[in-house]
């Protein structure tokens, strides 16, 4: 079958269609997660490498740089707010996709509308829409996909592509389009954050850019080839490992709204070590030990928590963020993994250094066999006084089955803006976020 068609009807749909309740609070949770990820990002390379080095060719615009504080074109904003919303790893989840749908989608929606000059239903509407076609083509092409392809920069472009076609008004062959010449510029290679290096935020950012230079053309009557998503060539059969699970993915269509199904990242690290880490902190909670009464911790895992997380010897932010060892560490002894977890105090820290030889990491075969459809992980720690404890993670804190609340949602907002817009700024932007009409602006970093 050829999904595309289905896809872009959908999408297009999601002009007029009423927005129920439940859809509208769920968008407005998936933007104000996107701002946390955002803000701390602004500040940080390659973010800041990016907007440097594209500072001459920003072009003038309504959309809003939030890297570079400058009003640009449409393009610039969406490429550079979705290369910032990815770098400090606290954006959200679709767990059946394996899928941060979150930083191309928003940016790029987010950047028309202002371009555009819409207002916050709007933008909702074209968020709900990108949402529901990237993460049905993700979970067509899973769990083969993720075995080299890094979904958040090929899958991505469709999110953004059709966001934006939501926001320029395209109809259901505009759209089609739009997200036909989207899949031909897909990209994003594992091996980005499998080592070092600052290429991984940038898959969001390109995949933004990307999908909303396809909708834009779209509108204005590019064609794209309509059987690239399932063809013998296209994109399911170049990346994964046959031409698409379209029925399953086409079946799930609004049942329910993907956008409505989002793990809130509780953790700023990678989110294949969320399990193990909510394991570890509720077996201390329970037993009352210290960091120094740890003889070992093992964890075993889904194949991606082996092979993407199992680093003993990470050394930078970037393979930090990514080390299983570092960040059970960390958590043993400071009791969370945020923020203040990667600084360079951390990452030289002697006592983290001499507990992360003590974990380890093995492939579980029952945490495999539920993946993706449960992030699990099954943690044993042995104590030097001879106790063992142990814990089967069946899913993380934020997944939908385990939500973090909408309270719980606005104090990771602050805990992660306010030291970038000041608090009384933050909590005027948070408020915006979640009660107003208008769309985000400009927001100075203090």
């Keep these: 079958m050829n999904p595309l068609p289905a896809l872009a009807e959908h999408a297009a749909s999601w002009r007029r269609a009423p927005l129920p309740p439940e859809v509208t609070h769920a968008a407005r949770r998936a933007l104000v997660d996107w701002f946390a990820a955002l803000l701390p990002g602004c500040r940080l390379p390659p973010a800041t490498l990016m907007a440097k080095a594209l500072a001459s060719g920003r072009g003038p615009g309504r959309a809003f740089s939030y890297v570079d504080g400058t009003r640009c074109a449409l393009r610039h904003a969406a490429l550079l707010n979705g290369t910032a919303s990815h770098i400090v790893e606290f954006d959200d989840i679709w767990r059946w996709g394996v899928y941060h749908p979150g930083c191309p989608t928003v940016a790029a929606a987010l950047a028309a509308a202002q371009e555009h000059e819409r207002d916050m239903d709007a933008l909702l509407r074209a968020i709900t829409a990108g949402y529901e076609v990237s993460c049905r083509i993700a979970y067509a092409v899973q769990p083969s996909h993720y075995d080299f392809w890094h979904t958040t920069g090929t899958v991505g ?112 690290c990678c989110g294949h070590i969320f399990a193990a880490l909510d394991a570890v902190r509720d077996l201390q909670r329970e037993a009352g030990f210290k960091a120094d009464d740890v003889e070992s911790v093992h964890v075993g895992g889904y194949a991606a928590t082996k092979n993407v997380c199992d680093r003993p010897h990470a050394a930078t932010e970037q393979e930090a963020r990514f080390s299983t060892q570092f960040t059970v560490a960390t958590m043993l002894l400071h009791g969370g993994v945020r923020l203040a977890a990667f600084g360079p105090e951390r990452l030289t820290d002697p006592a983290i250094r001499a507990l992360m030889p003590r974990v380890s990491v093995s492939l579980d075969g029952e945490c495999e066999a539920a993946f993706p459809g449960q992030r699990s992980a099954k943690v044993t720690i042995a104590l030097k006084d001879g106790r063992s404890l142990f814990r089967h993670q069946p899913t993380r804190r934020g997944d939908p089955d385990a939500p973090l609340s909408d309270a719980e949602l606005d104090e990771k907002f602050m805990e992660l803006s306010g030291p970038i817009l000041g608090p009384a700024r933050a909590r005027d932007f948070l408020r915006g976020l979640r009660e107003g009409s208008a769309l985000p602006g400009e927001a100075a970093l203090s």
């Design 157 to 268: 472009t469709f999110g953004a592509a059709a966001a934006v076609a939501v926001i320029l008004d395209c109809d259901a062959e505009q759209t089609a389009h739009a997200i036909a010449t989207a899949a031909t510029m897909a990209g994003g290679l594992q091996q980005a954050f499998r080592g070092d290096g600052m290429s991984k935020p940038l898959h969001p950012g390109h995949a933004a850019e990307a999908g909303a230079l396809a909708a834009m053309a779209a509108k204005e009557g590019m064609t794209g080839a309509l059987d690239v998503l399932h063809g013998p060539a296209g994109f399911a059969a170049a990346t994964s490992a046959d031409t698409g699970q379209w029925d399953k993915a086409i079946a799930s269509i609004s049942k329910p709204l993907a956008v409505t199904e989002m793990t809130v990242k509780n953790h700023g």
